[in-house]
Every structure is written in structure tokens, then in C-alpha cells.
């Protein structure tokens, strides 16, 4: 006998987990089946990100989307007196512009602010004064966000979405999506690799790096796959207790670092022609020493005496159009849902993401932020909606 379910989900990492979430809070009766191949998370892009989040984008929709998961975190310290475990470091994003770079910077910080972000353009003077540690060399302006910005546990995160759909109704199964079961107009079921079949109303694609394997199945190309990501932890003894309060700073050349515990954290994403070949997990050392490092000590000139103590490689979700995320409905295949290609900032948008989602399912239209121009309609024109700060 097949299974039959209401909605099934591939990938039980936090968009996934937020998919799931949103559905069965809003009170959606049927059956939601989370599909996650490795519960362990071990490589999950979620659990090996950074877990920022910042409102500093040039897209109207990615800033309100991340005020969306803002929002979640306020509630969460209203409801039980702090975040409930997330660890919210509020120390904000300090996005760096050369003289080149400051127009966009200041269109950007505009469009920010006039929805309500709490983002301040400050001049070189400014900066300098404000960051003594920092050489602004090479600097016209920077944004910095003085509220509602900063980082998080992003394992804390994901278990709250999680554990939270689960509570309500949702179920989880471990297993590995190998065939989308669909006709020219309707996804009818998915097929796992131990050969077990399910039917299903509905299908949502939140398998982040995996997401345009899994499209491939129901014969949709989808320009989501992953991007090999190196972040590294370094040591500074003689970092000021200043430096240890700085905010998550974005250098113009790309590069960023912020405080974590007592020591730091940096990554730098290559140009297109220096993506590594092999996606891998293992950590190409050479980068730091020959790529980080010297940008470092060039922002930071403390940062000239450091000592890398560990490092690790994390998979972006990478939508190869315009990095930027890819949502909701099949214009054909009506019932299979998108939730991909976030390019970095996946993490601090899901909850929204999850919601949009889950109202378009139940109710057929976006009813907290609309997210019409991320749908796929763009993606099969080739009509790029570009993000500029995408890190």
C-alpha cells in the first residue's frame, strides 16, 4: 500500500524545518512529511554557516524577509526572557565602500532605512573615529547597522523551527529523494532510495545545495547548485577589548571577519574564475595565508600578528542567475513548491520563507511579504533580479 501525505518536504535543514513549521502553526489539517537525508546535519549548509543576520541588502524583499526572522528572534526574548538558547550577538554588520563603491552603498542604505532598518551611513572621518582600530585606507563610507543586526547559534536556530514542527503535527522521516513521480501539470509522488513510494499533494524543494538535483527529477532546470565556502578561525592577543566588540565587518575587497568568543572568525568569497573545483569538504589552507590574511592585516594592522587555530568548509546554496533566493510555485507543475538558491543568506531568512510558503499552499498568494519576483518565472526568462551585497 502507498503512503499518501498532504505535503512533503525535501530537506529538513531550517528551511525546510520552517517550511514545515509555518504549515502546521497556521493550522494546515493535513499530513507534512519533513524528507531529510542525513540527520546528523553534519554538512548541512544551515549548521556550517556563519549565522548572521543583517537587513543591509539592496533588494526590498530580501530586507523584509530578514526583519520577518528579526522579528522571530524579539518574540522569542519577550516569550521566555531571553532568545531561548539562539545566543543573539547584536553587535550589528559594518559594510565597508571604496570612493567606487559608495554610490550603490548610500542607494542601498537608503532603501534600508526607508523600510525601517536601523542603518547609518557613516564617512571615512566618521568611521575612523568610531573604529580606532581600523586603517581606512582605501575607504569612502560605510553602513552600520546599529540595531537588528548580528549573529547566532544556527544549530539552536534550526532545532527551534525543528522541534517546533514536530510538536504541532509534522512528521520526519530519514531517507533520500531519488525520483520525482509528476505528469506535464502535477507532481503525484516522490520515490526513495530504498524503493519506498509516496504520494503527495504537494511538494517542497528546501534541499539547499542538493535543490537542483532534486528539480532535475521533475524535469525543471533549476541554476541551484553548491559553492565550496572556507571560513577560518583565528587568534589576536594583542586584539583590543574594542576589536572583540566589533561588528561583523565587510571589507570592500569581499572579505569579513567578526568576533567569536575570544577569537575570530574570516572568510573571503573567491572571484568566478577561482571557485574551487572540487567540492569537497577539505579546507585549502593556502587561501587563508595567501587571500585572507593580507587583506586582514591591510583593514586591521593588529590583525599582522594572528594565528589560524581551525577552519572549516561550509556549502552555499548557490542560485548561479542572481544569487538570490527562488520561491514558490511552478508556473507548470503547479503544486511543486520552491524554497532554494538563497546564496549565503538562507539561515536568517527561512522563518519568512517558511511562511510565505505555507500561505501560498493554503490560502494560494503571499500574504506577510510578497516575494512575486522570486518566483521561477524569472529564472526560465534568464531575467536576472540582482542582489548587490551578497557575501
Not at 216 to 227: E, F, K, N, Q
Request: aromatic share 8%.
Amino acid at each position: 500500500m502507498r503512503e499518501q501525505v498532504d505535503v512533503v518536504v525535501v530537506g529538513g535543514a531550517v528551511v525546510g524545518s520552517a517550511v514545515a513549521y509555518a504549515l502546521k502553526r497556521a493550522g494546515f489539517p493535513g499530513r507534512v512529511l519533513v524528507i531529510e537525508r542525513d540527520p546528523t546535519y553534519a554538512r548541512a549548509s544551515t549548521t556550517l554557516s556563519c549565522g548572521g543576520i543583517r537587513q543591509q541588502f539592496s533588494t526590498e524583499e530580501n530586507i523584509l524577509l530578514s526583519q520577518y526572522g528579526l522579528r522571530l528572534i524579539r518574540d522569542l526574548q519577550k516569550e521566555h526572557g531571553s532568545d531561548a538558547g539562539i545566543g543573539f550577538r547584536e553587535q550589528g554588520y559594518l559594510i565597508l565602500a571604496s570612493e567606487e563603491g559608495a554610490e550603490t552603498l548610500s542607494a542601498n542604505v537608503a532603501i534600508q532605512r526607508g523600510l525601517g532598518a536601523d542603518i547609518a551611513l557613516l564617512d571615512r572621518t566618521t568611521l575612523q573615529a568610531r573604529f580606532p582600530w581600523m586603517s581606512v585606507e582605501g575607504l569612502a563610507c560605510g553602513g552600520l547597522g546599529r540595531s537588528g543586526e548580528g549573529w547566532f547559534d544556527p544549530w539552536a536556530w534550526m532545532n527551534l523551527l525543528r522541534a517546533g514542527s514536530r510538536t504541532l503535527g509534522a512528521e520526519w522521516r530519514t531517507g533520500e529523494v531519488t525520483a520525482v513521480v509528476h505528469d506535464d501539470r502535477q507532481v503525484s509522488g516522490v520515490v526513495l532510495s530504498d524503493g519506498r513510494a509516496i504520494d503527495c499533494g504537494v511538494l517542497v524543494n528546501a534541499a539547499g545545495p542538493a535543490a537542483g538535483k532534486v528539480a532535475g527529477m521533475a524535469g525543471i532546470a533549476l541554476p541551484v547548485g553548491p559553492r565550496k565556502r572556507y571560513v577560518f578561525v583565528f587568534d589576536c592577543r594583542e586584539a583590543s577589548e574594542a576589536l572583540h566588540q566589533a561588528p561583523l565587518t565587510i571589507d570592500a575587497s569581499g572579505l569579513y571577519f567578526r568576533p567569536e568568543g575570544r577569537q575570530f572568525i574570516t572568510g573571503l568569497s573567491p572571484e568566478e574564475a577561482d571557485e574551487p573545483a572540487q567540492l569537497d569538504f577539505e579546507v585549502d589552507h593556502e587561501w587563508f595565508t595567501q587571500e585572507i590574511w593580507p587583506r586582514l592585516a591591510m583593514r586591521v594592522p593588529t590583525f599582522e600578528a594572528i594565528k589560524a587555530t581551525n577552519a572549516w568548509v561550509g556549502h552555499y546554496d548557490y542560485n548561479d542567475l542572481d544569487q538570490n533566493a527562488i520561491v514558490g510555485p511552478h508556473p507548470r507543475l503547479s503544486n511543486f513548491y520552491f524554497a532554494n538558491g538563497f546564496s549565503g543568506h538562507g539561515l536568517q531568512q527561512a522563518p519568512a520563507v517558511g511562511q510565505v510558503v505555507a500561505e501560498h499552499i493554503m490560502h494560494g498568494e503571499y500574504r506577510t511579504v510578497d516575494v512575486t519576483r522570486f518566483g521561477y518565472q524569472r529564472i526560465a526568462a534568464g531575467a536576472p533580479l540582482a542582489e548587490l551585497n551578497v557575501i
